[in-house]
């Protein structure tokens, strides 16, 4: 059986049959919807179904049954059950198309004992437009691509030409623990940017709670450099969660900032401390919880492990927080938005 979706925003229509997703239709007719990682792991495609219904073979692992009952779908798992009218209205517009491009190795330096910090420069020299929360996907062959968040606000490092990475070694990962090491000053690498549509979304100006673990602070960071900037923002609180002190690599440069920013408050919360660590413990979203028991007026922006972004979307939905202003960045294996970057 085949049924009508429609989209709102850019008054498209397709057909799409009951044994195939509605991203797959959209895809099949030439309609250009928001998308990721094709397994429902990363939420881009999350829509809201204004009218008809949608059914999963399973539910997907960025969607929550709490996100299902407030009636949002995520299209590249969504099969269509009836007629829909989508719609797309939360999606952030990427500001420029990607492109395939080639970017010079400018410098590799640790950030911790598993996390590189690589800042790369358009061998074109030609300035170029991200979104702070956007990601880019390096390839290296006939391996696939290997996708990192960038962590510089827009016009970072002095030169708009410029940016960095923060990349976690992953064992066994082809790119993170081979490739990596031997990347040198000089070198060159095939890049597509930008992509991804997480990002600030400054049309809701609530109190702003960030959550991250591992390298899923390398958005958070390049989305705070351009937020606390400009200096019109509401109230900031980020927690970053890892095992010991040493996950927390950009502790310094975050405390400093906290004491800079009135509004910026800074969390690290350590799940395996040792008996002098003086800060939060435990998982980072219940120091999250501690804090804000009422989530009904922030907006949430949660980036890192698959299982903090389930537990923690979980959590704070119970405690009032709304799906319509809950952002989610999933580093997961196999994620085209953050493949071998898993936090």
Known sequence: MNYRITWIEAERSFEAASDETVLEAARRAGVVLPSECEFGGCGTCRVKVQ????????????????????????????????DLAVSTERTLAAPAPARRRKAKVM??????ADVTRLVLAFADDEPWAFRPGQYVN????????????????????????????????????????????A????????????????????DDYRP??????????????SMLAEMLASGDTPPIDLYWGGRTQH???????????????????????LSRPDAAWPGARGYVQDAVLADHPDLSE???????????????????????????YLYVDSFTFGHSSTVEAAA
């Open 183 to 202: 990347l040198r000053a000089g070198d060159m690498l095939d890049v597509e940017a930008p992509l991804g549509g997480f990002g600030y979304h400054e």
């Open 298 to 324: 922030h907006a949430l922006y949660l980036c890192g492990s698959p299982v903090m972004i389930a537990d923690a979307s979980r959590a704070f939905v119970a405690n009032g927080a709304s799906v319509r």
């Open 107 to 112: 410098s590799t330096a640790p950030l911790s």
């Open 247 to 269: 996950a927390l690599y950009l502790h310094d440069e975050l405390t400093r900032l906290a004491a800079q920013y009135e509004d910026f408050r800074y969390v690290p919360v």
């Open 51 to 82: 009218q008809g219904r949608v059914q999963y073979e399973e539910l997907p692992p960025a969607l929550s049954q709490e996100e299902v009952d407030a009636g949002y779908a995520l299209l590249c798992q969504a099969y269509p059950a009836s």
């Open 208 to 221: 702003i709670v960030m959550v991250a673990t591992g390298t899923g602070i390398a958005p958070l960071r």
């Open 138 to 181: 390096i390839l290296p062959g006939d391996a696939g691509p290997r996708s990192f968040s960038i962590a510089s606000k827009s016009e970072a490092l002095d030169a708009p030409s410029r940016f960095e990475l923060h990349i976690r070694r992953i064992d066994g990962g082809y790119f993170t623990q081979t490739r990596l090491s």
